[in-house]
């Protein structure tokens, strides 16, 4: 049976480090602050705005939220993001996607300040982390880094295999992975023969989004299992992209869900916050 990598206590020791941290900072009149802005009504995205803000609260991040109407123009939003990068209290800013359809990502994420991006989706964060000198690293790709840091996994050599290569999860993961010495597979949904891919890993991490399509049965015997998929299905279960029953017969280690990669996103926002309120200083 695999080892559970617990990415909620590993989440909570980080948390301790970031508030001990955020404390040093205000003796000296610091205040780490992060702008979160919400534009319409998901569901989902205002549940994880609302998490944002109570993690900031229990760490001693001061934060700042801004809920705007589903019909905000691009024009607004980029006035805002402009108020904000000119804003002394404010070290990071995360506008939380999916946007609506009549505003253009691309154009607000390059908007950000560079030196304010915390979820380092700006392409000159993007080119940074690329080229192995990382200013803000992504929040859940940073996460996935520090969980297998913790399991004592090093990735020298390894045979890495990400599923999904979205600009937010399986592109900066691959290139961390890379950066740390693994030999690094991409695969997405035009990839021949998946299971044979995820076979010859030794570590995999999945970011698909669709339930349970990881096979328990694929997965070498040993291999690290790293599931960042959070998928709803039905009223309240949350399950992964991992069929995680089976993967966990198989694996040496394994990430849960909820409770694995979920929790460390989170906290790499309020590390990439206070790394830049230092770097402000
Ligand atoms: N825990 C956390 O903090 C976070 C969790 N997530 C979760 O991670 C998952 C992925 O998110 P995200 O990266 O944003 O997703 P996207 O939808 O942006 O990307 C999904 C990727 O998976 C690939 N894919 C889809 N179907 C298949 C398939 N059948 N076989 C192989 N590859 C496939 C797609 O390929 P193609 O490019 O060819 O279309 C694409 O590259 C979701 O469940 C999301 O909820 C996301 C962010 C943070
Ligand atoms: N600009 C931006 N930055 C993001 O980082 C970003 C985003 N937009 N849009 C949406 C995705 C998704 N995401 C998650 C954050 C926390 C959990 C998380 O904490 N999940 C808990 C469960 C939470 C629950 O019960 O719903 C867990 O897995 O244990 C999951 C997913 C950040 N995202």
């Keep these: 049976m695999a080892k559970i990598i617990d990415g909620k206590a590993i989440a909570a020791k980080i948390r301790a480090e970031i508030s001990a941290e955020a404390a040093r900072l205000k003796e000296r009149g610091i205040v780490p602050g992060l702008a979160v802005v919400l534009v319409g009504e998901d569901p989902a995205s205002k549940v994880y705005v609302s998490m944002k803000e109570k993690a900031c609260a229990d760490v001693g991040i001061f934060s700042d939220e801004y809920k705007l109407a589903a019909e905000t123009s691009e024009e607004e939003l980029l006035t805002l993001i402009d108020k904000l990068n000119n804003d002394p209290k404010i070290h990071g800013i995360l506008v939380q996607l999916p946007l609506p359809k009549q505003i253009n990502t691309e154009r607000v994420l390059e908007a950000i300040s560079p030196e304010k991006d915390a979820d380092g989706f700006h392409p000159y964060n993007v080119g940074r982390l690329v080229i192995g000198k990382p200013l803000f690293q992504p929040c859940t790709p940073y996460g996935v880094m520090v969980m297998l840091k913790e399991t004592g996994v090093d990735?020298?050599?390894?045979?890495?295999?990400?599923?999904?290569?979205?600009?937010?999860?399986?592109?900066?993961?691959?290139?961390?992975?890379?950066?740390?010495?693994?030999?690094?597979?991409?695969?997405?949904?035009?990839?021949?023969?998946?299971?044979?891919?995820?076979?010859?890993?030794?570590?995999?991490i999945a970011a698909v989004g669709v339930p349970e399509m990881i096979k328990g049965a694929w997965i070498k015997e040993g291999a690290v299992v790293i599931d960042v998929g959070v998928n709803r299905v039905g009223e309240k279960k949350l399950v992964g992209d991992v069929e995680y029953a089976a993967a966990s017969e198989r694996a040496s280690a394994i990430t849960p869900v909820p409770g694995g990669v979920g929790p460390m996103t989170i906290t790499m926002l309020l590390q990439n916050t206070l790394e830049s309120a230092k770097r402000g200083m």
């Design 155 to 204: 990735l020298t050599g390894k045979e890495v295999v990400v599923v999904g290569r979205s600009n937010i999860v399986g592109k900066p993961v691959a290139f961390m992975c890379l950066q740390q010495n693994a030999t690094v597979t991409l695969c997405h949904s035009k990839t021949r023969d998946l299971a044979a891919k995820v076979g010859q890993a030794d570590v995999v």
